[in-house]
């Protein structure tokens, strides 16, 4: 299989991502890669790790659409610096395409490339490792398949300088000019929701070439009881996703969870056990 035949292919998938056309994308690249062909830019050893950043993060992007070969000769480590400078153009392309500036913040959402994006330039401003749980509706993006938008990153800290970390995502939200809280732990307040073993079910988020940020996703199970907990029109919306995807495994994980939560939070268990009994589900 050709490169140009793989790289045409994850056009495609972009395409179908966000509305943008095979063609553009195709363009981009090529004018890109044939002027640094012609004309090879000297680079520092900053702005060559900027350019490998930013091929890795459209690369991670084109795994989470569900592309299984990158478009480039050999599927380890990097293609070749002319390359790169075309990926990263359209990494850009995508970002600047993607953003839709409204002049309000609070009404400022963001696209499945522009949570990548954030996440990429916190993670150069770290120094050290950094650990959390994703949850809410960047793990629907990211994770589990959805194509909505979402207003944050909701994130259950693991390991971390903590301090450091919320001083780097005001960094980050003045860069790319989007909300002061983009991320946000205020899904703690649902930690309640979580059983003892969910650990087990963690699944890691994604191969975006991270240095220090170690991400990890909720399993299937407890993804929809925090949903179920808040249960919000955009929850609804990503249950009809979440739901029809569980194995019976995971469905006998979810039903001992309600027995679970219901010594804890009465309230969370009635709403979770009315929602799943409306879908059919036996409780008991």
């Given at each position: 299989m050709s490169c140009d035949w793989r790289r045409r292919k994850a056009w495609a998938q972009v395409a179908e991502d966000t509305g943008l056309t095979a063609v553009e994308l195709e363009t981009t690249f090529l004018q890109a890669k044939q002027a640094a062909v012609e004309h090879p830019p000297r680079l520092s050893p900053a702005e060559r790790a900027e350019l490998a950043a930013q091929t890795l993060a459209l690369f991670g992007y084109l795994r989470s659409l569900g592309v299984q070969e990158m478009p480039m000769h050999g599927q380890q480590g990097l293609p070749r610096r002319s390359s790169q400078v075309g990926f990263a153009a359209v990494w850009e392309h995508l970002l600047h395409s993607l953003t839709k500036p409204t002049g309000d913040l609070e009404v400022l959402t963001m696209s499945k490339p522009?949570?990548?994006?954030?996440?990429?330039?916190?993670?150069r401003r770290l120094s050290a490792p950094m650990t959390a749980i994703v949850a809410g509706g960047a793990a629907?993006?990211?994770?589990?398949?959805?194509?909505?938008?979402t207003h944050d990153v909701d994130v259950l800290m693991q390991a971390g300088h903590f301090a450091q970390l919320r001083r780097f995502v005001r960094d980050v939200a003045q860069e790319r000019g989007i909300p002061e809280d983009w991320m946000s732990d205020?899904?703690?307040?649902?930690?309640?929701?979580?059983p003892p073993d969910y650990a087990q079910r963690l699944e890691p988020l994604g191969e975006f070439g991270f240095r220090h940020l170690r991400l990890w996703a909720l399993g299937r199970p407890e993804q929809v009881a925090m949903k179920l907990a808040s249960l919000r029109e955009r929850d609804l919306v990503d249950l009809n996703l979440l739901l029809p995807a569980m194995t019976a495994a995971e469905k006998q994980v979810l039903i001992a969870n309600v027995h679970r939560v219901s010594h804890i939070r009465g309230d969370w268990a009635q709403r979770m056990r009315y929602y799943l009994e409306e879908q059919g589900w036996e409780i008991g």
């Open positions: 522009e949570i990548i994006e954030a996440l990429r330039l916190l993670d629907m993006i990211l994770h589990f398949g959805s194509k909505r938008n205020e899904v703690k307040g649902y930690a309640d929701m979580l």
